[in-house]
Structures are given as C-alpha cells and as structure tokens.
C-alpha cells in the first residue's frame, strides 16, 4: 500500500476526461442538464508506476494540464445525451538529475483538444434500485503528435465503452455501482472497467469515496517511444486500480463547486504525481 500512501495522480485525465457523475445510474428529466467547467492539473513529475513494480525514471520533467467542459441534458425522460471536451497543455520540461541517460532529448510543449467524448446514457429501471446503460464514444485526440519530444494531448484512437451501473438514493445518502468494457481501435489494447461511489450529504457539501479500476487486456501492439524520447503520455497498457475522495460544495440548489483527488492501490505506466481537480457547476430541470 506505499503506492496509495504516498502518490496521488488524478485518472480522469487518464481515460476519457468524463465526470464520475456520468458513470450514476439516474437520468437527467426532459430539458433538465448539468455543466460544468474544470481545471484539472498534473504537476511535474519524473516517475512513472511500472508494469512490473519498478518504478519508470523519466529522462525530462513532465506535467499535464487541462481545461474541460462536461455537460448532460434530457433528451427524454430517461434518456440523457453526455458531452465532454477537453483542452489540453503537456509539456516535456527540466533535465531529471536521477536520470542516468547522457542523451536526454529535447524538451518540448503542446496543446490542443485531447479525447473528446460523446455519450448517451438510458435509465431502464427506476424505484428504489435504479439501473442504467451508458454507450460512450471517444474520439481520437487533435494534436499532432511531437516524435521528438514524444508529446500528445490523447490518444491517437476511437474508443468505444459501454457500460451498466446501479444504485440507490436514501435522501441524505447515495450509492452506486458500474462496470463495462473498452474498446480502442489503431492497436491499441482494450480494457475492462468497474468502479462505484457512495456519498452523504452534510450541511451545505456532499462528500463522497469513490474507486475507479481500469484494467487493460494487453490485446494491443503499439509501441511506446523510447527513452530518451519518452514522456509515458497517452501509452499504450495503461491501467489502475484507485481510490478517492471528491467534494461537492452546493453553494446555491443550481450551483456549486467540486474538488476531488485520487490514490493508487495498484497502477502501470501512469504518472507518480500529486494532482487537482477543481470544477465550477451549473444545473437546471432537476
């Protein structure tokens, strides 16, 4: 557990950018929706989690950040259209002076749009259980990719992850379960996903734990860049297991403010590195 105890990294930028309130079981009512904005920020970093316990020494500093909308809206009465679009900044900084390479490659910066991800969302049982299908697609990242600098802002495939969740609701308190499968094109390996939430309600705050596991198949071929050209953004085989708190601060019943942050319990090819996630919304129809 010295993983968890001591790495945070924030996995939405990982996978597909979507809040964890698109994973719920309940739908949006007709002409109801929900959107927020976040900035979700990845400090440097130099290691990776390795797929074999051992850490990944990076030859460069690496840190992320992005700006992303998420937005929900009824279509009907148990049908609910899902949306996010991410805008992203990466970039390959300072020398790591643990690095053993002579030949460390350049340094670098990118932006532009990442994996932006449209989805729908069907609530087929209601009551008490609440149960729900999700069909998301991700579309393939914008940026070029920078060889040399081995810089992306998402994956360079067509992910398409459907998935089933369930949960109840008792007032003050909450609970829901999901899992699914994901599949990306261009060689890419798939996944399977499973993760659930529970949350309580306190004054003026809902807080909330959350796990979230993304365990890939190991069905792909690409290849990742070599060091010293390597950043480990956006590789192939990437995978977790993760456990988090999130808060959401319910200024006014139509807006309000989340913040939330995620450890690792187990994790390959992802970054060892503290992470924010801070996010303004706004609802309506409820």
């Known amino acids: 557990m010295e993983q968890f105890r001591y790495y945070l990294f924030f996995l939405l930028l990982v996978l597909s950018g979507f809040s964890a309130v698109a ?3 309940w739908a949006r009512s007709k002409g109801g929706g929900y959107a927020q904005v976040s900035w979700n920020f990845i400090p440097t970093y130099t290691n990776l989690f390795g797929e074999n316990g051992i850490d990944i020494v990076l030859s460069r500093e690496v ?3 992005s700006v992303q909308f998420y937005g929900e809206y009824g279509l009907g009465k148990k049908t609910t259209l899902m949306v996010s679009l991410p805008y992203v ?3 390959r900084g300072e020398v790591n002076p ?3 390479l002579v030949n460390i490659g350049p340094g670098g910066e990118i932006s532009g749009v990442g994996n932006s991800t449209i989805g729908l969302k069907h609530q087929f049982l209601s009551g008490r259980l609440a149960m729900a299908g999700n069909l998301r697609v991700q579309l393939p990242a914008d940026a070029t990719y920078l060889m040399t600098s081995d810089l992306r802002t998402g994956y360079n495939a067509l992910s398409i992850i459907p998935t089933i969740s369930a949960g109840m609701g ?6 829901y379960a999901y899992g699914g499968y994901g599949y990306r094109s261009n060689n890419y390996t798939d996944f399977v996903t499973f993760g659930g939430e529970a949350g309580v309600n ?15 198949l190991g069905n792909g071929s690409v290849e990742s860049a070599k060091e010293p050209y390597f950043t480990g953004l956006f590789i192939d085989n990437q995978g977790w297991v993760s456990y988090g ?3 959401s601060w319910v200024i006014r019943p139509s807006f309000g403010i989340n913040f939330s942050g995620a450890g690792a319990g187990w994790a390959q090819n992802v970054p060892k590195s503290p992470g924010v996630s801070v996010g303004v919304w706004y609802r309506w129809g409820q």
Request: charged content about 20%; cysteine-free.
């Open 89 to 91: 900044w990466n970039e």
């Open 202 to 216: 306190v004054g003026k705050f809902w807080v909330s734990a959350f796990t979230e596991s993304i365990l890939p």
């Open 170 to 175: 008792f007032g003050i308190t909450y609970w």
């Open 245 to 247: 708190l999130k808060a």
């Open 63 to 65: 840190s992320e950040r």
């Open 98 to 100: 643990e690095s053993k």
């Open 23 to 25: 994973q719920s079981p």
